[in-house]
């Protein structure tokens, strides 16, 4: 629906969110969805206890099953080292529970990127051995941290 129908008949759009989840187009910026609370609580309800039924299980498994589970879903942890492995495993887990409670997913995405970036550099043997040779140089003086 566009935004104009829901300004000029907003008593029908209510109505269509009793059924279901409305999408109100806008031209001035991305689409809103306009969902009942209801549902958003439900739904969040059932994803803390997903997650905390998901690091429950992940947790009482030894560090290489609880990898080998992920790597299932996320290939690329497959090319961390074991120890970088087994900490993936800890930052899914709390990132999957911080996510849930606050209802905020971009906080288990953000943690997903960062670990796939990891992994990207891991694939790559010539950079893995420039970003941990040692630095012999000396760069100079490096500037006081400004407050800007």
Known sequence: MQW????RDPKSVAALADQGDVRVRRRDGAPLLLVREDAVVSASD??????????????HLPDEAAADVLIEEFPWADLLPAAE????????????????????WSVLAQVLVEWKATAAVYADPALVGELSR???????????????
């Open 4 to 7: 104009s129908e829901l300004q």
């Open 134 to 148: 040692p630095l012999e140089d000396d760069l100079g003086p490096v500037p006081a941290p400004s407050e800007s």
């Open 46 to 59: 059932g994803a803390v206890s997903a997650a905390r039924a998901l690091r429950n299980a992940l947790a």
């Open 85 to 104: 492995r087994a900490e993936f495993v800890t930052d899914f887990l709390r990132a999957v529970g911080a996510s849930a409670e606050l209802g905020r």
